[in-house]
Protein backbone atom coordinates (compact mmCIF):
# COMPACT_ATOMS: atom_id res chain seq x y z
CA UNK A 1 0.00 0.00 0.00
CA UNK A 2 1.37 3.47 -1.03
CA UNK A 3 2.37 5.89 1.49
CA UNK A 4 -0.30 8.50 1.80
CA UNK A 5 1.09 11.81 1.09
CA UNK A 6 -0.30 15.95 1.25
CA UNK A 7 -0.91 15.37 -2.38
CA UNK A 8 -3.09 12.73 -1.92
CA UNK A 9 -5.83 15.61 -0.21
CA UNK A 10 -8.57 16.32 -2.57
CA UNK A 11 -9.13 19.99 -2.35
CA UNK A 12 -12.30 20.42 -0.02
CA UNK A 13 -15.64 21.83 -2.16
CA UNK A 14 -16.80 25.32 -0.94
CA UNK A 15 -20.56 23.60 0.01
CA UNK A 16 -19.70 20.03 -0.29
CA UNK A 17 -23.13 19.60 0.98
CA UNK A 18 -24.21 20.97 -2.78
CA UNK A 19 -22.11 18.10 -4.17
CA UNK A 20 -24.00 14.94 -2.58
CA UNK A 21 -24.65 12.64 -6.26
CA UNK A 22 -28.53 11.17 -6.43
CA UNK A 23 -28.71 8.46 -3.92
CA UNK A 24 -28.95 5.97 -6.77
CA UNK A 25 -25.27 6.91 -8.04
CA UNK A 26 -24.25 6.85 -4.42
CA UNK A 27 -21.03 4.46 -3.38
CA UNK A 28 -21.36 3.70 0.36
CA UNK A 29 -18.34 2.51 1.85
CA UNK A 30 -17.94 0.27 5.19
CA UNK A 31 -15.13 0.81 7.45
CA UNK A 32 -15.62 -2.58 9.41
CA UNK A 33 -13.79 -2.22 12.85
CA UNK A 34 -14.19 -5.53 14.14
CA UNK A 35 -11.08 -8.20 14.75
CA UNK A 36 -13.30 -10.81 13.58
CA UNK A 37 -13.57 -9.00 10.08
CA UNK A 38 -16.10 -10.97 7.99
CA UNK A 39 -17.16 -12.94 10.73
CA UNK A 40 -18.21 -10.04 13.00
CA UNK A 41 -21.80 -9.52 13.81
CA UNK A 42 -21.68 -5.35 13.80
CA UNK A 43 -20.55 -6.05 9.85
CA UNK A 44 -23.24 -7.78 9.20
CA UNK A 45 -25.36 -5.66 11.02
CA UNK A 46 -23.86 -2.66 8.98
CA UNK A 47 -24.04 -4.33 5.42
CA UNK A 48 -27.89 -4.68 6.84
CA UNK A 49 -28.51 -1.29 7.23
CA UNK A 50 -26.49 -0.39 4.26
CA UNK A 51 -28.37 -2.57 2.25
CA UNK A 52 -32.02 -1.27 3.71
CA UNK A 53 -30.82 3.02 3.48
CA UNK A 54 -28.95 2.97 0.20
CA UNK A 55 -30.19 -0.51 -2.06
CA UNK A 56 -29.12 1.45 -5.41
CA UNK A 57 -25.48 2.15 -4.31
CA UNK A 58 -22.02 1.00 -4.36
CA UNK A 59 -21.05 -0.93 -1.65
CA UNK A 60 -17.22 -1.09 -0.85
CA UNK A 61 -15.63 -2.75 2.44
CA UNK A 62 -12.50 -1.79 3.95
CA UNK A 63 -12.15 -4.64 7.13
CA UNK A 64 -9.51 -2.40 9.06
CA UNK A 65 -8.42 -5.80 10.61
CA UNK A 66 -7.35 -7.05 7.07
CA UNK A 67 -5.25 -3.80 6.32
CA UNK A 68 -1.95 -3.76 7.86
CA UNK A 69 -2.13 -0.25 9.64
CA UNK A 70 0.76 0.34 11.80
CA UNK A 71 0.52 0.83 15.61
CA UNK A 72 0.58 4.27 16.19
CA UNK A 73 3.58 5.88 17.32
CA UNK A 74 3.05 8.40 19.69
CA UNK A 75 4.68 10.97 17.39
CA UNK A 76 2.67 14.48 16.56
CA UNK A 77 5.26 15.28 13.88
CA UNK A 78 2.27 14.83 11.12
CA UNK A 79 0.29 17.27 12.37
CA UNK A 80 3.59 19.42 11.74
CA UNK A 81 4.58 18.44 8.30
CA UNK A 82 1.33 17.87 6.75
CA UNK A 83 2.84 17.83 3.56
CA UNK A 84 5.33 15.32 3.83
CA UNK A 85 3.46 12.18 6.11
CA UNK A 86 5.48 9.57 6.18
CA UNK A 87 6.54 6.81 8.89
CA UNK A 88 3.48 5.92 10.72
CA UNK A 89 1.70 7.23 7.79
CA UNK A 90 2.30 4.62 5.63
CA UNK A 91 -0.63 2.08 5.13
CA UNK A 92 -3.55 4.49 5.87
CA UNK A 93 -3.54 5.86 2.12
CA UNK A 94 -6.35 3.04 1.00
CA UNK A 95 -8.43 3.43 3.70
CA UNK A 96 -8.16 7.14 3.47
CA UNK A 97 -8.52 6.85 -0.36
CA UNK A 98 -11.76 4.92 -0.14
CA UNK A 99 -13.45 7.42 2.14
CA UNK A 100 -12.41 10.14 -0.30
CA UNK A 101 -14.08 8.50 -2.46
CA UNK A 102 -17.21 7.05 -0.63
CA UNK A 103 -20.46 9.49 -0.83
CA UNK A 104 -21.25 7.50 2.39
CA UNK A 105 -19.15 6.06 5.20
CA UNK A 106 -20.50 3.49 7.28
CA UNK A 107 -18.41 3.60 10.65
CA UNK A 108 -19.41 -0.27 12.54
CA UNK A 109 -17.46 -1.17 15.72
CA UNK A 110 -18.25 -3.43 18.26
CA UNK A 111 -18.20 -2.21 21.69
CA UNK A 112 -14.98 -2.91 23.26
CA UNK A 113 -15.02 -2.04 27.10
CA UNK A 114 -17.61 1.05 26.70
CA UNK A 115 -15.68 2.41 23.34
CA UNK A 116 -14.66 1.54 20.29
CA UNK A 117 -12.51 -1.14 19.08
CA UNK A 118 -8.91 -0.98 19.79
CA UNK A 119 -8.30 -1.51 15.80
CA UNK A 120 -10.30 1.33 15.23
CA UNK A 121 -9.24 3.54 17.93
CA UNK A 122 -5.99 3.11 16.30
CA UNK A 123 -6.87 4.13 12.99
CA UNK A 124 -8.71 7.37 14.98
CA UNK A 125 -4.95 7.95 16.62
CA UNK A 126 -3.11 7.70 13.24
CA UNK A 127 -5.69 10.26 11.54
CA UNK A 128 -5.02 12.72 14.53
CA UNK A 129 -3.85 15.39 11.53
CA UNK A 130 -7.53 14.99 10.30
CA UNK A 131 -9.14 16.82 13.57
CA UNK A 132 -6.18 19.65 12.72
CA UNK A 133 -7.10 20.12 9.00
CA UNK A 134 -10.41 18.59 8.48
CA UNK A 135 -11.60 17.29 4.69
CA UNK A 136 -14.54 15.62 5.23
CA UNK A 137 -16.38 18.32 4.92
CA UNK A 138 -20.15 17.80 5.01
CA UNK A 139 -19.77 14.13 4.06
CA UNK A 140 -22.59 12.16 5.76
CA UNK A 141 -21.74 9.66 8.26
CA UNK A 142 -23.68 6.34 9.80
CA UNK A 143 -22.58 5.06 13.11
CA UNK A 144 -23.00 1.33 13.74
CA UNK A 145 -22.41 -0.78 16.93
CA UNK A 146 -22.90 -4.36 18.59
CA UNK A 147 -22.40 -4.80 22.54
CA UNK A 148 -23.66 -8.22 24.33
CA UNK A 149 -25.16 -5.95 26.66
CA UNK A 150 -24.37 -2.18 26.89
CA UNK A 151 -21.80 0.85 25.75
CA UNK A 152 -23.23 1.65 22.05
CA UNK A 153 -24.42 4.89 23.89
CA UNK A 154 -21.08 5.90 24.82
CA UNK A 155 -19.49 4.29 21.58
CA UNK A 156 -21.71 6.94 19.77
CA UNK A 157 -21.11 9.85 21.67
CA UNK A 158 -17.27 9.24 21.38
CA UNK A 159 -17.45 8.32 17.64
CA UNK A 160 -19.60 10.95 16.95
CA UNK A 161 -17.13 13.67 18.14
CA UNK A 162 -14.41 12.15 16.75
CA UNK A 163 -15.98 11.92 12.59
CA UNK A 164 -17.29 15.51 13.19
CA UNK A 165 -13.84 16.71 14.18
CA UNK A 166 -12.85 15.61 10.40
CA UNK A 167 -15.79 16.99 8.76
CA UNK A 168 -18.55 14.42 8.58
CA UNK A 169 -21.73 14.62 9.44
CA UNK A 170 -23.62 11.89 11.12
CA UNK A 171 -27.02 11.71 9.63
CA UNK A 172 -27.76 7.78 11.58
CA UNK A 173 -26.56 5.27 14.47
CA UNK A 174 -27.74 2.00 14.56
CA UNK A 175 -26.97 0.47 18.09
CA UNK A 176 -27.96 -3.37 18.92
CA UNK A 177 -27.31 -5.93 21.50
CA UNK A 178 -25.98 -8.80 19.90
CA UNK A 179 -27.25 -11.33 22.47
CA UNK A 180 -30.82 -10.39 21.32
CA UNK A 181 -30.52 -11.25 17.67
CA UNK A 182 -32.14 -14.31 17.91
CA UNK A 183 -35.19 -13.55 19.32
CA UNK A 184 -37.98 -12.43 17.04
CA UNK A 185 -39.46 -9.92 19.72
CA UNK A 186 -36.12 -7.87 19.57
CA UNK A 187 -35.40 -8.59 15.79
CA UNK A 188 -39.11 -6.75 14.49
CA UNK A 189 -37.91 -4.10 16.82
CA UNK A 190 -34.70 -3.85 15.07
CA UNK A 191 -36.46 -4.17 11.78
CA UNK A 192 -38.84 -1.51 12.66
CA UNK A 193 -35.73 0.71 13.72
CA UNK A 194 -34.02 0.08 10.13
CA UNK A 195 -37.08 1.54 8.84
CA UNK A 196 -37.30 4.37 10.40
CA UNK A 197 -34.03 5.17 9.91
CA UNK A 198 -34.62 4.55 6.57
CA UNK A 199 -36.65 7.97 6.24
CA UNK A 200 -34.71 9.94 9.08
CA UNK A 201 -31.14 9.17 6.73
CA UNK A 202 -32.30 10.02 3.23
CA UNK A 203 -34.24 13.27 4.98
CA UNK A 204 -30.81 14.26 6.72
CA UNK A 205 -29.15 13.57 3.59
CA UNK A 206 -31.20 15.87 1.32
CA UNK A 207 -30.76 18.63 3.63
CA UNK A 208 -28.72 21.56 2.67
CA UNK A 209 -28.52 23.55 5.30
CA UNK A 210 -28.17 20.41 8.14
CA UNK A 211 -29.34 21.11 11.57
CA UNK A 212 -25.65 21.45 13.87
CA UNK A 213 -25.61 21.22 17.84
CA UNK A 214 -24.58 23.68 21.09
CA UNK A 215 -21.50 20.57 21.43
CA UNK A 216 -20.73 20.75 17.97
CA UNK A 217 -20.43 24.45 17.40
CA UNK A 218 -18.52 24.69 20.89
CA UNK A 219 -15.99 21.96 19.12
CA UNK A 220 -15.54 23.81 16.23
CA UNK A 221 -14.66 26.85 18.14
CA UNK A 222 -12.46 25.06 20.51
CA UNK A 223 -10.26 23.76 16.99
CA UNK A 224 -10.43 27.13 15.94
CA UNK A 225 -8.44 28.75 19.13
CA UNK A 226 -6.15 25.26 18.87
CA UNK A 227 -5.00 26.63 15.43
CA UNK A 228 -5.45 30.11 16.57
CA UNK A 229 -3.37 29.89 19.48
CA UNK A 230 -0.44 27.61 17.61
CA UNK A 231 -0.24 29.91 15.20
CA UNK A 232 3.68 30.13 14.97
CA UNK A 233 3.78 25.69 16.40
CA UNK A 234 1.80 25.18 13.58
CA UNK A 235 1.25 27.63 10.45
CA UNK A 236 0.14 24.63 8.01
CA UNK A 237 -3.25 24.64 10.24
CA UNK A 238 -3.61 27.94 10.73
CA UNK A 239 -2.82 28.47 6.66
CA UNK A 240 -5.43 25.59 5.95
CA UNK A 241 -8.10 26.91 8.19
CA UNK A 242 -8.05 30.75 7.24
CA UNK A 243 -8.19 29.57 3.30
CA UNK A 244 -11.04 27.98 4.07
CA UNK A 245 -12.76 31.06 5.98
CA UNK A 246 -12.92 28.87 9.16
CA UNK A 247 -11.05 31.94 11.16
CA UNK A 248 -14.63 33.87 11.00
CA UNK A 249 -17.13 30.94 10.37
CA UNK A 250 -19.80 29.31 12.27
CA UNK A 251 -18.59 26.00 11.24
CA UNK A 252 -17.37 24.06 8.85
CA UNK A 253 -20.00 24.31 6.43
CA UNK A 254 -23.21 25.96 5.85
CA UNK A 255 -25.76 24.87 8.96
CA UNK A 256 -29.09 25.78 10.63
CA UNK A 257 -28.31 26.58 14.72
CA UNK A 258 -30.00 27.25 17.88
CA UNK A 259 -29.07 30.85 17.67
CA UNK A 260 -27.63 31.28 20.95
CA UNK A 261 -25.46 28.08 19.77
CA UNK A 262 -23.16 30.54 18.48
CA UNK A 263 -22.76 32.75 20.43
CA UNK A 264 -22.35 30.43 24.02
CA UNK A 265 -19.76 28.81 22.05
CA UNK A 266 -17.75 31.99 21.43
CA UNK A 267 -17.96 32.91 25.12
CA UNK A 268 -16.53 29.19 25.91
CA UNK A 269 -14.15 29.82 23.32
CA UNK A 270 -13.37 33.03 25.11
CA UNK A 271 -13.20 31.89 28.42
CA UNK A 272 -10.70 28.61 27.46
CA UNK A 273 -8.42 31.48 25.47
CA UNK A 274 -8.31 33.48 28.56
CA UNK A 275 -7.23 30.73 31.20
CA UNK A 276 -4.41 29.42 28.62
CA UNK A 277 -2.97 32.85 27.95
CA UNK A 278 -3.88 34.20 31.63
CA UNK A 279 -1.94 30.95 32.51
CA UNK A 280 -5.12 29.89 34.77
CA UNK A 281 -5.11 26.59 33.75
CA UNK A 282 -5.28 23.93 36.52
CA UNK A 283 -4.22 20.19 36.86
CA UNK A 284 -7.37 18.05 36.55
CA UNK A 285 -7.86 16.46 39.86
C1 LIG B 1 -12.46 -7.22 24.37
C2 LIG B 1 -13.95 -7.19 24.41
C3 LIG B 1 -14.60 -6.24 25.16
C4 LIG B 1 -16.00 -6.20 25.20
N1 LIG B 1 -16.60 -5.22 25.93
C5 LIG B 1 -17.95 -5.18 25.98
C6 LIG B 1 -18.63 -4.16 26.71
O1 LIG B 1 -18.01 -3.25 27.27
N2 LIG B 1 -19.97 -4.18 26.77
C7 LIG B 1 -20.70 -5.17 26.15
O2 LIG B 1 -21.91 -5.18 26.28
N3 LIG B 1 -20.09 -6.12 25.38
C8 LIG B 1 -18.75 -6.14 25.28
N4 LIG B 1 -18.13 -7.10 24.51
C9 LIG B 1 -18.95 -7.97 23.66
C10 LIG B 1 -19.00 -7.44 22.20
O3 LIG B 1 -19.29 -6.07 22.17
C11 LIG B 1 -20.07 -8.16 21.40
O4 LIG B 1 -19.85 -9.52 21.44
C12 LIG B 1 -20.12 -7.63 19.97
O5 LIG B 1 -21.38 -7.92 19.43
C13 LIG B 1 -19.05 -8.25 19.11
O6 LIG B 1 -19.17 -7.72 17.83
P1 LIG B 1 -18.32 -8.25 16.60
O7 LIG B 1 -18.83 -9.65 16.28
O8 LIG B 1 -18.63 -7.29 15.50
O9 LIG B 1 -16.88 -8.27 17.01
C14 LIG B 1 -16.74 -7.15 24.46
C15 LIG B 1 -16.07 -8.11 23.70
C16 LIG B 1 -14.70 -8.15 23.66
C17 LIG B 1 -14.00 -9.17 22.81
Not at 60 to 69: G, K, Q, S, T
Not at 103 to 118: L, R, Y
Not at 150 to 179: E, I, K
Amino acid sequence: MPARTGCDRLDTPENPVDQLPARGAMRVLILSASPLASQSVTFHLAERLAGSLFPQAEREVIHLHEVNLPACDGQLDVIKEGENLTGAMSGLGAVYSAMRRADVVVFASPVHNFTVSALLKNFIDLMVFESHRPSFIGKPAVLVATAMGAGQDRLFAYLRDVVHSWGFRVVGCLGAAASMLDEPWYEARLQGAIGQLAGRVATRIADQRPRVGLRDVVAFNIWRLVVEINRENTPIDHEYWSRRGWLSAHYYYPCRTWPPARWIARLIATAVRHQIIGRKLKPVT
